[in-house]
């Protein structure tokens, strides 16, 4: 599945898929698709995921649509994702996919694109005028707070309970503050008092362990709650507390739902039906891994001239060892 | 008193695990089997003696081709299988003989699951819920051994018509191959779905029709990564193309028997839905009783299809008798 030629900076643009489904005569399009990057090792969102991740889900996606997709890399580079626009106005498409995380090259995009009378759709950052699919980290982080609330009125009623959020808290490219309003909100709707830290790891999850640590150190004979802004992070706050030794003072709810925390039968991961008793409780699922199967009908309906709302948002959901192979169906069944 | 209660709890016990593994209303879940409600045969149903006597039609040159790869440890495996054969030649040994005449002998134990290798899907491999083929809610029917509904021994003849559809041909024809740089010989690419269309198509290049009682047999050149085993096990069990839902159901209306290809699941993987799991194994075993055959080696009929412009053959295979499994290793001949 891979034919993305690495380094070819500019415009590497190839017509991916092809007409596999019966479409009567069905009109195809050719729908480009400008990715935030696909550099190796790079995650996005504040998650796990990356974008060869999110590359994959529209060529999937695309397999049973009567759509022919075009390619793009915008490198996070302001000056790749305008040349790339370029490329994709000359090829004459017949709607734009940009995913690129400044609100000024956007705007100039979303200019240069209707000036050609080409529609654009935006993911995660806007496009004037444009409808946009976006991650609701409000939401997100609301369903990792009220997880972890309701597990201490249901878990730990009557034992004193503190509440600790963790990640790379200030990462407002990738709106982790709205993430952390969210966990706060839905804590604070089950235990309206609960006392909240804050836990800043300045996008270094190898402090986790050192800033966490010393943060339970302070806790003695308190139960501990803990919102992890990612998965990384939350399984590196498990083993904080393991080294603790509070393994049973904790709770933690991550977000992301990446294959770190999930797998296969045969992986065993952290978020496992075979592994119910994990104080990892579960991950909030951005489906980063899907927005090809959201994102692509939003643009055809478009092409199609039916109403596409202005903004669409992704359907977070808390993903735990009950529900984990329904949402994530292995492929290794034993 | 004390034995009463005892007694008491301990069917209380039983009671509940029944009530936990039987838990669904099947006839909501699974249509019923066209050949009633006690049928356990399911699609072999169709291999009547008419039909096993049309297909011996096939048979014109006598040639027998291999259609099974080789069953030996390093083949790839799904998931976490395995398999470990070792060999009993003690009497090879200086003195361990038997008798005047000197008799020595050799043995096997074969320690794998059922679904390696060429192998076939029983009716008691794939289930909704614990709802299975004609509705049989299963979590009543097995034990710790095995099933007691379903198994192998219900199964009726495979002695049919096999019609060779070959996908690689009907990709480039189309103009839409992608294949694999793993694959030495072409082969579509992971993912690819093949549609109820794209099987028409090989159809019509070989101008076969299919008739009820067929088994379908589809090379999409994926089987080459098997080949070169075990250096591309992975690339071979990270997915592969296969039919996708569209194809899944046309092929049920068609009334066939079975559909077999050169790869380890039969349908697309990575699925059209993300949410779904092999959704094809359900649609074609669970919902219609038509069986699913594995790994098959399709690339030496595929070459005689394109030899002789003939794509229909004697499908040869034996299914052992082995009561209460969900599906076991077969060796398959195509004889024309």
């Known amino acids: 599945m891979s034919f993305w030629p690495p380094l070819v900076a500019l415009l590497a643009a190839s017509v991916v898929t092809q007409p596999s489904a019966p479409v009567a005569q069905e009109r195809r399009y050719t729908i480009a698709f400008a990715n935030l990057t696909e550099e190796a090792g790079v995650t996005l969102e504040g998650t796990g995921f990356t974008g060869r991740e999110v590359r994959e889900s529209f060529q999937l996606a695309a397999r049973l649509l009567p759509v022919d997709l075009v390619l793009y890399d915008n490198r996070r580079d302001s000056k790749a994702a305008l040349d790339n626009a370029a490329d994709a106005i000359r090829r004459k498409v017949d709607l734009y996919i940009q995913y690129h995380h400044d609100a000024a090259t956007n705007a100039e995009i979303g200019q240069r694109l209707r000036a050609a009378s080409i529609p654009v759709l935006a993911i995660n950052e806007p496009v004037p005028d444009a409808p946009l699919y976006t991650a609701d980290n409000i939401a997100a982080g609301r369903i990792a707070g009220e997880a972890l609330g309701a597990f201490a009125e249901r878990a730990w009623r009557g034992h004193a309970v503190r509440a600790v959020v963790v990640g790379n808290l200030g990462a407002r490219d990738d709106r982790v503050p709205e993430r952390v309003q969210g966990v706060v909100d839905g804590l604070t709707r089950h235990l309206p008092a609960i006392r909240i830290t804050r836990v800043d790891t300045q996008g270094n999850p190898a402090r986790i362990g050192e800033l966490l640590g010393r943060f339970v150190a302070s806790q003695p004979g308190k139960k501990l709650l803990v919102a992890t802004m990612d998965d990384a992070s939350a399984l590196a706050a498990k083993s904080a507390l393991e080294a603790a030794g509070r393994l049973a003072d904790g709770a933690i709810v991550g977000h992301g739902a990446d294959r770190s925390v999930h797998g296969g039968v045969s992986d065993h991961k952290e978020i496992d039906p075979s592994n119910r008793g994990s104080i990892v409780i579960g991950s909030v699922a951005f489906y980063l891994d899907r927005y090809g199967y959201d994102v692509l009908p939003l643009a055809l309906r478009m092409l199609r001239g039916a109403p596409v709302p202005p903004r669409t948002v992704t359907r977070h959901t808390l993903i735990t060892a009950a529900n984990v192979f329904i949402e994530y169906p292995p492929y290794d069944m034993q | ?336």
């Open chain 2, 1 to 336: 008193m004390r034995s009463k209660c005892l007694l008491a709890a301990v069917l209380l016990v039983f009671a509940s695990a029944s009530v936990a593994l039987a838990q669904s209303d099947c006839s909501k879940i699974v249509p019923p089997s066209p050949w009633g409600p006690n049928d356990q045969t399911g699609a072999t149903n169709r291999v009547t003696p008419a039909v096993t006597k049309a297909a011996a039609a096939e048979i014109q040159e006598g040639k027998v081709v291999a259609m099974s790869y080789p069953l030996t440890d390093g083949i790839p495996l799904f998931g976490t299988r395995f398999t470990k054969s070792i060999l009993t030649a003690t009497s090879l040994a200086p003195g361990a003989a038997f008798g005047e005449n000197q008799l020595t002998y050799m043995e096997d134990t074969w320690l794998s699951q059922s679904h390696v290798g060429t192998h076939l899907d029983g009716l008691g491999h794939i289930g909704r819920k614990d709802c299975y083929f004609n509705q049989i809610a299963m979590g009543k029917f097995i034990n710790q051994n095995n099933m007691t509904k379903l198994g192998l021994e219900h199964i009726n003849t495979f002695a049919t018509r096999g019609v060779l559809v070959d996908m690689v041909k009907v990709f480039k024809a189309a103009g839409k191959f992608k294949g694999n740089s793993a694959c030495k010989r072409d082969c579509l690419d992971k993912g690819t779905v093949i549609t109820a269309a794209d099987i028409q198509a090989g159809l019509k290049m070989y101008n076969a029709t299919l008739r009820e009682g067929d088994i379908v047999i589809l090379h999409t050149g994926w089987g080459n990564l098997f080949e070169q085993f075990p250096a591309q096990n992975a690339t071979y069990n990270s997915g592969e193309p296969g039919i996708g839902k569209d194809a899944a159901n046309w092929l049920v209306a068609q009334k066939i028997v079975a559909v077999g290809s050169d790869t380890w699941a039969v349908e697309v993987i990575p699925g059209e839905d993300p949410k779904e799991a092999f959704i094809v194994h359900n649609i074609l075993i669970t919902d219609a009783g038509i069986h699913i055959l594995e790994n098959v080696r399709t690339d030496l009929m595929a070459a005689e299809a394109d030899r002789t412009h003939r794509a229909t053959f004697f499908f040869g295979m034996t299914v052992p008798k082995a009561v209460g499994l969900t599906g076991n290793f077969v060796g398959i001949e195509g004889i024309r």
